[in-house]
């Protein structure tokens, strides 16, 4: 059969139970926008092209299955290069299609060239040029299968105009045909059996054990064998920013999220621990401090999908290469095999236990006459939320904040922007959440500095009428480079100050189609988040005007060890050090 490149571009797209495109046309790839007419595939049209990739993101994070997003060249692909480094470090299944010049106009400086594979190459998992239309069927397929096997990850493929006006002959590849075309890719699923052993007589030798889960476990699919293994043995969880939901924060064994902006239990537990079970989890530098001082007297077991992340920052004393989900499967059989029970972790659980009650998560109530303590917005949001809402965050203190306060009890109703911290990542993320899960509630925080950057998608959620609804804490700073500035740089606030009122958020969600309100009282609170629930119709914004003065504790500052953690000025120290 025989059929254009773009025919054949949006058929390989079908084969592939794409369901949506989130992308804006041009030139070069306006020859693939017109079969989409005849597709019953959906699509979004965005008003740039950042905010494709990342609602291409938050689909991905609430579905599992790779979101799509498809621009021209020159501008429009380099405008998608954050979203790909967001995925990138995210591990975020993503499938980008650019746009290129034609052929023989390549190498040329032609209008709205650049060199797309050579920009992305260091922010994609695989990226290729596809100069034979007959290509096109397998490269999708190789696109598809690579983004979403081994470590997760976003694949660009560059399609040059000509491509896609010349016809080719149609050909389904085969699941062999995909593999002999990839003979060096075979991801290593299941642990080593003598490794996975030897991590079952550690679990049982330690007495003072913690699982780190990171990403990685949701991205594997892992939550429940997570949560048989941490059951089965007693061993308390912390869940890392990009893990959150993974394990129950209601769940007795949880301790929460550690790192720079943990609470103090999940950041002491691991300093303290006799052994690490990490798993998913890459030893990122907001979680460690500084490296050297992390978790000094623990053996580490390292559990993860990508050879590369096994002994990178901490070198493990039992490393796994292997898929979260079958590797933890493959231990508690292990455990049971060997006839490992729980062991007598009492001494450890009243530690714990006595860290919790000493220092849980705190903030100054309200004085008449301040502003809102974005703490209690978010203690409000949470608590009036639907089951199994969806919460998308932008980056900053409200990130961390939302992390901090809301109650993640189910997996991948969270959407963040972890590894890259993307500013303007909230509002896209949402609408692209909101797509792959139309049947939640979808809550977007962000900051006013963060919303500023991607606001006019919210013209995107409203023509495409996508009712996700967003929580701005309007401070008027870029809240946590001020922090920085007030603790580390003698209160110099240097290019920090926004504007309460510039510009009104309120006109400019109502100019965008959106129901709008503004919250600056802490009696409004409440009913004012009420009504923004009942709205189903339109996307809804609340310009809440909270507090500058408020800081993300406890916090470890850039550089100093996790015992160094930095809790709130009301709290007192321990016996271990503890800054105020």
Not at 387 to 414: K, R
């Amino acid at each position: 059969m025989k059929m254009t490149g773009a025919r054949a571009l949006i058929k390989s797209l079908e084969m592939e139970q794409v369901e949506v495109i989130f992308g804006l046309p041009g030139g070069c790839i306006l020859p693939a926008y017109d079969p989409i007419l005849d597709s019953p595939i959906r699509h979004i049209l965005v008003r740039h092209e950042q905010g494709a990739g990342h609602m291409a993101e938050g689909y991905a994070h609430v579905t599992g299955r790779p979101g799509v997003a498809m621009v021209t060249s020159g501008p429009a692909a380099t405008n998608l290069v954050t979203p790909l480094c967001d995925a990138y470090m995210d591990s975020v299944p993503m499938v980008a299609i650019t746009g290129q010049v034609g052929r023989a106009v390549i190498g040329t400086d032609g209008f709205q060239e650049c060199d797309t594979v050579g920009i992305t190459r260091s922010v994609t998992k695989h990226n290729e040029l596809i100069m034979d239309p007959n290509e096109i069927p397998l490269l999708v397929r190789q696109a598809f299968h690579l983004a979403t096997t081994g470590r997760p990850g976003p694949v660009l493929l560059d399609v040059p105009k000509d491509v896609l006006q010349v016809e080719m002959e149609w050909s389904w590849p085969t699941d062999d045909e995909v593999a002999a075309s990839l003979p060096g890719y075979r991801p290593n699923m299941k642990g080593h059996p003598r490794m996975i052993k030897e991590a079952a007589r550690m679990i049982g030798e330690a007495r003072r054990p913690v699982i780190y889960a990171g990403g990685g476990i949701l991205k594997a699919r892992a939550a429940e064998s997570l949560r048989e293994l941490a059951e089965r043995m007693g061993i308390p969880v912390v869940t890392t920013l990009m893990a959150r939901g993974a394990f129950p924060d209601d769940h007795e064994l949880c301790l929460g999220m550690p790192g720079m902006h943990g609470n103090y239990t999940a950041i002491t537990a691991m300093q303290e621990s006799d052994l690490l079970i990490t798993l998913g989890a890459r030893f990122d530098d907001r979680v460690t401090g500084r490296v050297d001082s992390f978790a000094p007297n623990a053996k580490v077991i390292h559990v993860d999908i990508d050879p590369a992340e096994l002994g990178k920052i901490r070198q493990p004393d039992v490393p796994i290469v292997g898929d979260c989900n079958q590797v933890i499967t493959e231990i508690v059989k292990a455990l049971g095999a060997a006839g490992i029970g729980a062991a007598d972790l009492s001494e450890w659980r009243s530690r714990i236990s006595g860290w919790q009650e000493r220092f849980p998560l705190h903030y100054d109530p309200h004085v008449e006459g301040d502003a809102l303590k974005p703490q209690h917005v978010m203690e409000v949001l949470r608590d009036s939320a639907p089951e199994g809402t969806i919460l998308a965050s932008g980056v900053g203190q409200h990130q961390m904040w939302a992390s901090q306060f809301w109650h993640f009890n189910e997996p991948y109703t969270w959407v963040n922007s972890g590894g890259l911290g993307t500013m303007g990542f909230s509002v896209p993320a949402a609408i692209g959440a909101k797509v792959g899960r139309p049947d939640r509630t979808v809550w977007a925080v962000d900051g006013d500095g963060c919303f500023q950057m991607t606001a006019q998608e919210l013209v995107t959620a409203s023509s495409e009428r996508i009712p996700i609804k967003v929580a701005i804490l309007n401070n008027a700073y870029l809240g946590m480079v001020r922090q920085w500035q007030e603790m580390f740089y003698e209160e110099r606030y240097s290019e920090v100050y926004l504007s309460p009122d510039l510009p009104d958020y309120v006109k400019w969600a109502e100019a965008m189609g959106c129901a709008a309100f503004r919250v600056e009282d802490p009696s409004d609170v409440q009913a004012v988040i009420d009504k923004a629930n009942s709205i189903d119709d339109r996307p809804v914004v609340i310009d809440f005007r909270t507090d500058a003065r408020e800081k993300v504790f406890p916090m470890v500052p850039a550089g100093a060890a996790n015992d160094d953690v930095v809790v709130h000025p009301s709290q007192k120290p321990t016996d271990k050090k503890v800054v105020q």
